[in-house]
């Protein structure tokens, strides 16, 4: 006999288990259906995200980035140090330890709101009266039935074609965190969040690092100025980033990979490395869902169908993150599923993608959100612009980290900001402040006339916002 919920939700990475703790405070009687194992086959709720993303990457990031400073930055606090070693062991059991504190943080979530968690994959078994049957396959085969359904399934690597991930060789992001040497040589196919992140974390800690990038430019979703001033202070660290490249082949042996590939010029050329990374995009994850046998429509890229308010083509089925349309960010997923909690509550849950946050978390670190200058420049808006760098700021000084400049984008008549672009220390907190303002439609003034505290790296905000009518105080 079926068990009876008034919400299912299919998959508890970020989308999912936030969707199903909201639905839950709401006062429904919810389950939540998640396959991924630790390395004892136990539970791993977290999606993507927890396991093989967002933290086990931030947490190899920020050892990496440790290690760098001992370097070649401690010395100017006149710290000394000798004999300088990465215990790459030491620092991968770190990462897990991070990510299982994640794991269980979110079964203890469920618990303190009542989710019914069932560990195991879940699929459509059928449509019946008043609902869905979800089948649950895991060590236990169970049958769920519910009145609303919540696919969040998340997404999987692109791979190469004719060249599948083996995870010990050709890398996907799964891979790239678990690379259990430095490799001396370490190539990435696609300069995208992922490959200059895991890029980044193992040239700064000796790999010898080579970026091809298909496009002609550099970072082409984010503001020209940033990327164009990433792209020299990577360049500068030792990142080697080939931009115009056609990969024509990849052949992996027993002790290297092969890239053949054309560059920018027309040139053929041959890259060996130890370790491939590919990061050329995810594809939405429906295989096992069961997606054709109750009618859910897919789209060309096999993303689940939904309209402006997450629901599919199906009474009383939504669906919510990477598995359906827009940026495929862990935040982005998370507001989707308490949006969709609160529709089935009949409430008004709202997701706004004009003020999603974007950020990349490499060093130094690039955030964003609103409009790049080159989109206003072509739907024609009159804008201006003021940008203050880090390099006159005192907080950044101090930190010995100057790189990089806060950018204020405003409409040219009311002044309403349009776009903010960070590249500098701590950008991935400083964009908060845009996010907040973009959403209550503030003006640069309003920023400008903020108080921000002294010393600290958000007066960089604040200066940016007052170089928009040309009077910065500090440059």
């Known amino acids: 006999m079926s068990k009876q919920f008034d919400i299912v939700v299919i998959g508890a990475g970020p989308g999912g288990y936030i969707a199903a703790i909201r639905a839950a405070q709401l006062g429904f009687n919810v389950a939540c259906i998640d396959e991924w194992k630790n390395s004892e086959g136990g539970p791993a709720p977290g999606g993507t995200c927890t396991n093989v993303g967002c933290i086990p990457s931030k947490a190899l990031l920020q050892s990496s980035e440790n290690f760098d400073h001992a370097g070649h930055a401690f010395a100017e606090h006149g710290i000394k140090l ?9 620092m991968l059991a770190r990462k ?13 979530l469920f618990k ?44 999987s690597a692109r791979a190469l074609p ?63 100025g940033v990327a164009k001033e990433a792209l020299k202070l990577f360049t500068k660290q030792g990142l080697k980033i080939q931009l115009g490249v056609r ?92 949006a969709v909690a609160e529709r089935i509550a009949g409430q008004h849950g709202h997701v706004n993608f004009n003020t999603i946050p974007w950020v990349i978390y490499t060093s130094p670190e690039i955030a964003w959100v609103g409009q790049t200058e080159q989109q206003l420049k072509a739907e024609g808006r009159a804008y201006k612009a003021g940008q203050f760098p ?44 845009a996010v907040v303002a973009m959403e209550f439609k503030a003006s640069s003034e309003d920023i400008a006339r903020i108080c921000h505290a002294h010393p600290s790296l958000s007066e960089s905000m604040k200066e940016a916002a007052l170089a928009v009518d040309k009077r910065t105080l500090n440059f």
Not at 168 to 194: F, H, Q
Not at 399 to 415: E, M, P, R, W, Y
Request: hydrophobic residues 45%; glycine residues 12%.
């Open 96 to 108: 897990d330890g991070v990510v299982k504190q994640n794991n269980e943080g979110i079964l203890y």
């Open 162 to 224: 004719g060249a599948a991930f083996d995870e010990e060789r050709i890398l996907s992001n799964d891979g790239a965190l678990r690379i259990g040497a430095v490799p001396k040589r370490l190539g990435v196919v696609g300069s995208g969040v992922i490959g200059l992140e895991m890029g980044s974390v193992w040239r700064r800690l000796g790999a010898d690092v080579t970026v091809l990038e298909a496009l002609p430019n550099f970072l082409g979703a984010v503001d020209d």
């Open 390 to 433: 880090f390099l006159a700021n005192g907080r950044a000084r101090a930190l010995g980290d100057t790189s990089g400049f806060v950018k204020f984008l405003a409409d040219a008549k009311t002044d309403e900001i349009l776009g903010v672009h960070i590249i500098g220390p701590m950008a991935s907190e400083l964009i908060a402040e």
């Open 82 to 90: 000798a004999n300088l070693e990465i215990d790459v062991a030491r």
């Open 247 to 338: 990969i024509d082949a990849v052949k992996s042996g027993k002790k290297a990979v092969t890239v053949s590939y054309v560059d920018a010029k027309g040139a053929s050329q041959t890259l060996e490395v130890d370790r491939l990374i590919v990061s050329i995009g995810r594809v939405p994850h429906t295989e096992g869902l069961n997606a054709e046998g109750v009618g859910l429509a897919l789209d060309e890229r096999g993303a689940i169908v939904v309209d402006a308010d997450c629901k599919t083509n199906l009474a009383n089925v939504w669906a919510v993150g990477d598995v359906v349309r827009g940026p495929m960010l862990a935040h982005k997923a998370e507001e989707e599923g308490v």
């Open 112 to 155: 303190k709101n009542k989710v019914a968690f069932f560990h195991g994959r879940g699929s459509f078994a059928k449509a019946v009266d008043g609902g869905y049957e979800i089948a649950v396959k895991g060590k236990a085969d169970e049958v769920l039935q519910a009145r609303h359904v919540i696919v969040a399934t998340g997404s």
